[in-house]
Nanobody, 123 residues
């Protein structure tokens, strides 16, 4: 059974930084892409960033490019999202996700999801 557990959320002032982590278990972590999504109050869930199984094929939403960095540590079964220069509009619940299939599968919607971590950015 695949489990994803996010940590590192919290309250920060605009311009500050936070680092989210997602610990995965239940299968061979290094074979699967990983992604981060977020959902703000009253809005639909949106893509933030994703990283391929071997650390390549990194992509970001335009709204976070240049401020957020996704990385993974396959030895520790963990993916991170470093968030710098945070803005109030970054306030949301952040979710870690992984597809059902290995390697080139990037269908996160049909995959596995964590419980979410709240990030609140005050102005």
């Amino acid at each position: 059974q695949v489990q994803l557990v996010e940590s590192g959320g919290g309250l920060v002032q605009a311009g500050g930084s936070l680092r989210l982590s997602c610990a995965a278990s239940g299968r061979t972590f290094s074979r699967y892409a990983m992604g981060w999504f977020r959902q703000a109050p009253g809005k639909e869930r949106e893509f933030v960033a994703r990283i391929g199984w071997n650390g390549s094929f990194i992509a970001y939403a335009a709204s976070v490019k240049g401020r957020f960095t996704i990385s993974r540590d396959n030895a520790k079964n963990t993916v991170h999202l470093q968030m710098n220069n945070l803005k109030p509009e970054d306030t949301a619940v952040y979710y870690c996700a992984t597809p059902q299939g290995p390697y080139t599968d990037y269908d996160f919607q049909s995959g596995y999801w964590g419980q979410g971590a709240q990030v609140t950015v005050s102005s």
